[in-house]
């Protein structure tokens, strides 16, 4: 049975840092593309990043570029997210999907349970 389960949310002050675990079990992670999304309250979900089957290829949306760095290690079916100078406006629930496609495509079969990050002073 796929499953996405992430993790590493929390609670951060502005400017400071987390990294999010997507771990990956029931399938063959290194086939997939796997993408980060987040929802904040009252927002539509948002794509933060993703990256290819094989990390040859990432991408981010502008609100997060230069900040997140998104990676992955097929050997341990985990990909991670990790966030820098943390904003307010990066407050939310984070979700880890995997794609339909070895590139990232913007198509998504399977979706983790999500991991709560805030950040507040």
């Known amino acids: 049975q796929l499953q996405l389960v992430e993790s590493g949310g929390g609670l951060v002050q502005p400017g400071g840092s987390l990294r999010l675990s997507c771990a990956a079990s029931?399938?063959?992670?290194?086939?997939?593309?796997i993408g980060w999304f987040r929802q904040a309250p009252g927002k539509e979900r948002e794509e933060v990043s993703c990256?290819?089957?094989?990390?040859?290829?990432?991408n981010y949306a502008d609100s997060v570029a230069g900040r997140f760095t998104i990676s992955r290690d097929n050997a341990k079916s985990t990909v991670y997210l990790q966030m820098n100078s943390l904003k307010l406006e990066d407050t939310a629930v984070y979700y880890c999907?995997?794609?339909?496609?070895?590139?990232?495509?913007?198509?998504?079969?399977?979706w983790g349970q999500g991991t709560l990050v805030t950040v507040s002073s």
């Open positions: 990256v290819s089957s094989r990390g040859g290829s990432t």
């Open positions: 999907a995997a794609g339909k496609y070895w590139y990232c495509s913007g198509y998504y079969d399977s």
């Open positions: 029931g399938f063959t992670l290194d086939y997939y593309a």
